[in-house]
């Protein structure tokens, strides 16, 4: 059961408001038993974060269906409200103060890491509910500050962790491998930057350049002009969506830079390298989870490749993008963690929902990971390193690492 979109700032209580109001009428919208299991998400469905808001919307409805058609949870079904709260983080706490205030919520989502550092503190100690985002914040890992938050994903210092591993096992008896880091002024791309240098001191890793740039509207060609001078083996871009390291990338390749260029998290998305065309052809990109879901055996890579054929508004490719796929696992974990608490015959509280969820036993969750895999402090360590073959007329990506754990 899929409710309607609950528009929260001004801008929706107008005409996008009743566009958005009018589209959930055809979703079948019903009212909750019961024994519905209550799951309140916020999403960016207007504002900038629009495009990657409705592929999560997407991501919940056909998990949701797909759970609920296949006999809910232990018989109950999951009574999912989506809202939109345009990526602000005042909107989501108060989409969340209203969910909870109604009673009975199992689950709360957050659709990124300001969002979830807002009403932790108010969460672990008036409201205790379990919960996850979309985010890979590397302090998420602390369960002290997050003790009820699971994420389905490795953080970003993980994404480090696992390319620098890649390149510890090419170097062999070589030289140590030389480094530049090239990633965004925003909180999400300066994330991980201490803790890379420090990763890669212990691995035996140079580091030769770090490049800050802004999100968007940059001058390029000062940056692609240190990449030449800093001679590194490899070029690793974090904290973008697009715009900037693709323009990066194709300047440096005017300059002959002949670096392996890397990339992390949504900036390694193959719908978004594709984008970028030959000039990301060779182009390594860790992601948390498989995407490939054309012409796979595992029962729920499958499952999701029929999800995606079905969907009407968007060009079915064969590759899953990393934002739905994470939507998946986390609907995956909360099943699995609310079967255990049904089971015992506990309270589906916070207390005992985020306990199942340390406890759940290792799993490929149905082919989604290449190898079984569980959660350490609260995250799922580990990943797929892809390498892109983008030509004028064809593209295709090809596991170089299958599965990669984070240390």
Known sequence: MVKGFRGLGRGLSRGLGMALLAACACMGAGSATAQDLKFSVPLPLTGVLAFTGQIQQSA?????????????????KIDLSLYDDEYKVDLGVAGFKKAVTSGDIVFAGGDGTPFIRAISPENNERYKVLMSNTGMASDLVDTTKYPYHFLAAPNYTDMFDMLFRYMKNKQGSGPAPKVALVYSSTEFGRDPIENAKKKAAALGINIVLEEETKFGGVEIGASAIKLRNA????????????????????QAQV?????????????????????????????????????????????????????????????????????????????????????????????LNGENLIA???????????????????????RIPAGVIYRYSVKADSFSATPEVPFVRAE
Not at 60 to 71: L, M, S
Not at 231 to 250: N, R, S, T
Not at 310 to 336: C, F
Request: a positive charge.
């Open 60 to 76: 919940w409805q056909h998990a949701v269906d797909y759970i609920n058609k296949n006999g809910g949870i232990r018989g109950r």
């Open 255 to 347: 300059y002959g830079i002949k670096a392996q260029f890397m990339g992390t998290a949504f900036g390694a998305d193959p719908e978004l390298v594709r984008g970028v065309g030959p000039a990301a052809d060779g182009f390594l990109g860790v992601v948390p989870y498989n995407l490939i879901v054309k012409d796979s055996s595992a029962p729920m890579m499958k499952v999701i490749d029929g999800y995606l054929r079905s969907w009407k508004t968007k060009p079915y490719t064969g590759y899953a993008n990393m934002s739905y796929m994470q939507i998946w696992v986390t609907a995956l974990i909360l099943r699995e963690a609310i079967t255990n608490v049904i089971d015992a015959k506990k309270p």
């Open 356 to 378: 199942a969820v340390r406890a759940m036993k290792e799993s490929d969750f149905g082919g989604i990971y290449a190898a079984p895999i569980g959660l350490v402090r609260q």
């Open 231 to 250: 001679g590194a083996d490899y070029v690793i871009f974090h904290g973008y969506a697009g715009g900037v390291w693709p323009e990066i990338l194709k």
